[in-house]
């Protein structure tokens, strides 16, 4: 079907989180904090287990792949959220909002799958302790991480495939905060709804297929199996407080690392 002529729409208009002028003004100081705290948390976490040659393990290693997606989800549409909470005109261009649906699904899809390869990760820990570093090696770790993104890079361009190919000719506006797939989709010039069925039918079976993994590796495990729970539940924000901050290893190496600090500003 030739839709040249049907794609008109240069622009869309993001109606955002709520009308209120002082209630925006709120949310700007509360998403502003959130921000900051997010993205400080992951790079904080990235770079400690970089330096401590005491996090070189395959699970820090995981641990500081996960903060990464967890940060750059948290670029994708943050910012532009806080920025328009004091424009009162909230557009964004249509390359913009392919970008956006582009790097979200990329971004999303590889977290899925990088917290099946923790799950795995600690099922042979558990269950393996003896062939841990020879099962878990270094090469390994590297080609799971890989395969992770590569799996978000394919699920994000089987939705793009289609959304591209969409003819936009009429109502342009989004009520959100950012390019969300279904709500795009309802712009388009023609019957939306098995589309509409088939693109969640797509990011359903990524995301069913990965939380039954993770329940069947902790069902055979028999530990922690609350975090099966929490790997699809829980946001970027708290992923810093869980995984790492509240692990004793890393309780470990900031303490190594305010000690270094210590010792070398009295030096000084």
């Not at 996960?66 to 328009?84: E, N, Q, R």
């Not at 080609?143 to 890079?153: K, Q």
């Not at 009520?175 to 359903?204: Q, T």
Request: glycine share 4%; with cysteine; proline share 3%.
């Amino acid at each position: 079907m030739d839709t040249g002529n049907l794609s008109i729409v240069s622009e869309f208009v993001l109606l955002g989180l709520c009308q209120s002028w002082t209630m925006q003004v709120l949310l700007l100081l509360i998403f502003s904090i959130l921000f900051l705290i997010i993205v400080s948390g992951n790079i904080a976490i990235m770079i400690l287990i970089t330096i401590d040659t005491h996090l070189h393990y395959p699970m820090y290693f995981l641990l500081a792949n996960l903060s990464f997606v967890d940060m750059w989800l948290c670029l994708i549409t943050t910012p532009k959220m806080i920025t328009d909470f004091v424009r009162e005109k909230k557009t964004i261009s249509f390359g913009g909002c392919m970008c956006q649906v582009l790097f979200v699904h990329f971004c999303g899809g590889g977290e899925m799958v990088l917290l099946v390869v923790m799950a795995y990760d600690r099922y042979v820990a558990i269950c393996k302790p003896l062939h841990y570093l020879t099962i878990m090696n270094v090469q390994k770790c590297i080609w799971l991480v890989a395969i992770s993104w590569t799996i978000g890079f394919v699920h994000a361009l089987s939705q793009m495939a289609v959304i591209m190919q969409l003819p936009f000719c009429g109502p342009r506006e989004i009520d959100s905060f950012f390019c969300d797939i279904p709500l795009v989709i309802k712009l388009a010039c023609i019957d939306s709804y098995n589309l509409g069925i088939l693109m969640n039918a797509d990011s359903g079976v990524l995301t069913m297929t990965c939380f039954i993994v993770l329940l069947i590796s902790y069902t055979i495990t028999w530990v922690d199996k609350f975090l099966a729970v929490f790997y699809s539940v829980f946001t970027p924000l708290l992923n810093p407080a869980i995984y790492t901050l509240r692990n004793k290893e890393i309780k470990n190496a900031v303490k190594r690392f305010k000690s270094y600090y210590m010792h070398s500003k009295e030096n000084i």
